[in-house]
T-cell receptor
Framework: DAGVIQSPRHEVTEMGQEVTLRCKPI?????LFWYRQTMMRGLELLIY????????DSGMPEDRFSAKMPNASFSTLKIQPSEPRDSAVYFC????????????FGPGTRLTVL | AQSVAQPEDQVNVAEGNPLTVKCTYS??????LFWYVQYPNRGLQFLLK??????LVKGSYGFEAEFNKSQTSFHLKKPSALVSDSALYFC??????????????FGQGTTLQVKP
């Protein structure tokens, strides 16, 4: 298996633009998590899905952030409009309890909003 | 509420010496405990986990961790540190059974610096 795939790996955009981050989970993993990592706040859980349904979105910072999982093979995290304070590394992770309790992380998307 | 604490922002150790990265947790019921490592510009990589059984868990790259229920700790250890072990280390906890919400609670991370 190729592991969790995220795209793009790097994104540079200007304030006010829409940004879409993508994640392809490991096949068979029915939990998907979106995290954000910054120096100031560390690793934050934004939202997670089980069987394509959002379970907990309490970590989503503002209405500018939205996430979808239209099918078991794909999820998106969208920021519209983007702001400089959204600059961070965004990670996707997946797992499949009880088959595995371990979350497997993607390589991340480094977002820079100018 | 579940929580995990890593009391040290940074740990410095000389190459060849033993290392310990500390972690304490709070969870109702039996915990599932994890250690992850993050190298620069990379995603988090799983190192090891404790679910049940032997309190001493062995993981990747020669790391091990000891689960101590009475002290609610899960410290990461390695007998002989390598310069290549220098990275950011995260401890995480998840509740088991009825406390299982599917998500991990991560500590704030500890930077390990191994000097030659």
């Amino acid at each position: 298996d190729a592991g969790v795939i995220q795209s793009p790996r790097h994104e540079v955009t200007e304030m006010g633009q829409e940004v879409t981050l993508r994640c392809k989970p490991i096949s068979g993993h029915d939990y998907l998590f979106w995290y954000r990592q910054t120096m100031m706040r560390g690793l934050e859980l934004l939202i997670y899905f089980n069987n394509n349904v959002p379970i907990d979105d309490s970590g989503m910072p503002e209405d500018r952030f939205s996430a979808k999982m239209p099918n078991a093979s794909f999820s998106t995290l969208k920021i519209q409009p983007s702001e400089p304070r959204d600059s961070a590394v965004y990670f996707c992770a997946t797992t499949a309890p009880p088959f595995t309790d371990t979350q497997y992380f993607g390589p991340g998307t480094r977002l820079t909003v100018l | 509420a579940q929580s995990v604490a890593q009391p040290e922002d940074q740990v410095n150790v000389a190459e060849g010496n033993p290392l310990t990265v500390k972690c304490t947790y709070s969870v109702s019921g039996n915990p599932y405990l994890f250690w992850y490592v993050q190298y620069p510009n990379r995603g988090l990589q799983f190192l090891l986990k404790y679910i049940t059984g032997d309190n001493l868990v062995k993981g990747s790259y020669g790391f091990e961790a000891e689960f101590n229920k009475s002290q609610t700790s899960f410290h990461l250890k390695k007998p002989s540190a390598l310069v290549s072990d220098s990275a950011l280390y995260f401890c995480a906890v998840r509740g088991a059974g009825s406390s299982n919400t599917g998500k991990l609670i991560f500590g704030q991370g500890t930077t390990l610096q191994v000097k030659p």
